[in-house]
């Protein structure tokens, strides 16, 4: 709560207090006989309404006893009731029911007792009784009117914040069902594709070396290329079934489905993606150092790299790809050149690959630009925030 909103009902008690003061104040100067007592009376059972709303039953009997010494004192009539009536309609509306009807009455039969014996017109006394007795009736029925709102309104935000924890609950569970339907199809539709991948480039390798033939560098790459594909999509498969478990192929330590480790995708597998690429006949360099990043960051910038050597190598055949990892002030900088034929004045269609590399960078608040160079080629050049101090390792693309 803001302190304006704090402070804002003392500051409308204090005006309450300070008008209703002023009033009876001027009752008391107005009627002869007055002295500093009824004065000090009326002031005290004013200032009672200060605790009106934090303590209603203080408020009420401390106004009730000021204002009863000053009805017995000066008889001023329907004015002296007023305090009474607000600090019954407090009470009532907190839940009170039989001190406030007891002061109620108690007020009522002393102020008829001390005007009835030397009064002239007891039609207008009883007048004026039987509308102070409407008053308190009604800040009785009012008070419990709005006493009712208030458990009304207390119920509908009850209610409405179970609704949203349930619509919340819902949505937690159709989420946990699409994750397991999107597990499935993949599992379905990928696994067995690329286990069948995997065996047969191993049966080509176990072939070639009994024959004594040299195995072809991309057939290796393959291979390579096919189990470090199951893994990781094992892996994920086991995060889209639960998310909490430890196959998270972000999380440094986990296993597969198998049980097998899984290595983090991260810079310091850059120099195996590497290798591979130069199996495959993807000519690649690689400059920069490589450092301790937060998790996400050091993923995306793998992955990064990983779409853009693809790219080179479906898209630019013959070409040679430059890998450079930089670090700015705030920022990881990963660049991807190649020399192919790429035309400036005829930009590729941006299809999945480049898609998920701007998402990738969005989703960290970082950049991407990924167009023709300008002297031939293609470049892919994305900035990505650092969250953490980073600690200076050993050159990217060297063993460690």
């Known amino acids: 709560?803001?302190?304006?909103?704090?402070?804002?009902?003392?500051?409308?008690?204090?005006?309450?207090?300070?008008?209703?003061?002023?009033?009876?104040?001027?009752?008391?100067?107005?009627?002869?006989?007055?002295?500093?007592?009824?004065?000090?009376?009326?002031?005290?059972?004013?200032?009672?309404?200060?605790?009106?709303?934090?303590?209603?039953?203080?408020?009420?009997?401390?106004?009730?006893?000021?204002?009863?010494?000053?009805?017995?004192?000066?008889?001023?009539?329907?004015?002296?009731?007023?305090?009474?009536?607000?600090?019954?309609?407090?009470?009532?509306?907190?839940?009170?029911?039989?001190?406030?009807?007891l002061a109620g009455v108690v007020f009522l039969g002393v102020d008829l007792a001390v005007r009835l014996p030397g009064a002239g017109g007891l039609v207008r006394i009883l007048e004026d009784t039987s509308l102070l007795v409407g008053w308190f009736v009604a800040a009785g029925v009012a008070a419990t009117v709005a006493r009712h709102r208030q458990a009304y309104l207390e119920e509908a935000e009850r209610r409405a914040a179970e609704a949203e924890r349930t619509r919340e609950e819902v949505a937690r569970r159709r989420a946990g069902e699409e994750r397991l339907r999107i597990a499935r199809e993949l599992h379905d539709s990928l696994t067995h594709s690329i286990s069948i991948i995997k065996v047969q480039a191993g049966v080509a390798v176990h072939l070639a070396r009994k024959r004594g033939e040299d195995v072809p560098p991309a057939l290796l790459a393959i291979q390579e290329a096919g189990g470090d594909a199951m893994r990781e999509l094992r892996a994920a498969l086991e995060v889209l079934r639960d998310p909490g478990r430890p196959g998270d192929p972000g999380r440094p330590g986990g296993s597969d489905a198998s049980g097998a480790e899984v290595a983090p995708s991260g810079l310091d597998r850059l120099g195996d993606l590497v290798e591979r690429a130069r199996s495959a006949g993807l000519p690649v360099t690689v400059s920069g150092t490589r450092r301790e990043l937060p998790a996400e960051t050091d993923r995306a910038a793998y992955r990064i790299v990983q779409e853009a050597l693809t790219n080179v190598s479906r898209h630019a055949g013959g070409a040679a790809a430059a890998v450079r990892v930089d670090y700015a002030d705030d920022e990881l900088v990963v660049q991807v050149d190649d020399d192919g034929g790429a035309d400036p004045a005829a930009p590729p269609v941006p299809g999945t690959g480049l898609l998920g590399m701007r998402e990738r960078v969005a989703a960290l608040g970082g950049r991407l630009r990924a167009e023709p160079r300008a002297g031939g080629g293609f470049t892919v050049r994305a900035g990505l925030p650092l969250e953490e101090p980073a600690h200076a390792e050993p050159r990217l693309g060297e063993p460690s």
């Open 1 to 101: 709560m803001r302190p304006m909103e704090r402070w804002r009902p003392l500051a409308q008690d204090g005006v309450l207090a300070a008008v209703m003061a002023a009033l009876l104040s001027a009752v008391v100067f107005g009627t002869p006989g007055a002295g500093a007592v009824d004065l000090a009376t009326a002031l005290a059972g004013s200032l009672a309404l200060l605790a009106w709303r934090r303590a209603p039953l203080v408020s009420l009997f401390a106004g009730t006893a000021c204002m009863l010494v000053l009805t017995a004192r000066l008889q001023p009539g329907p004015p002296a009731a007023f305090p009474v009536l607000i600090s019954v309609f407090a009470a009532v509306r907190t839940g009170h029911r039989t001190a406030p009807a």
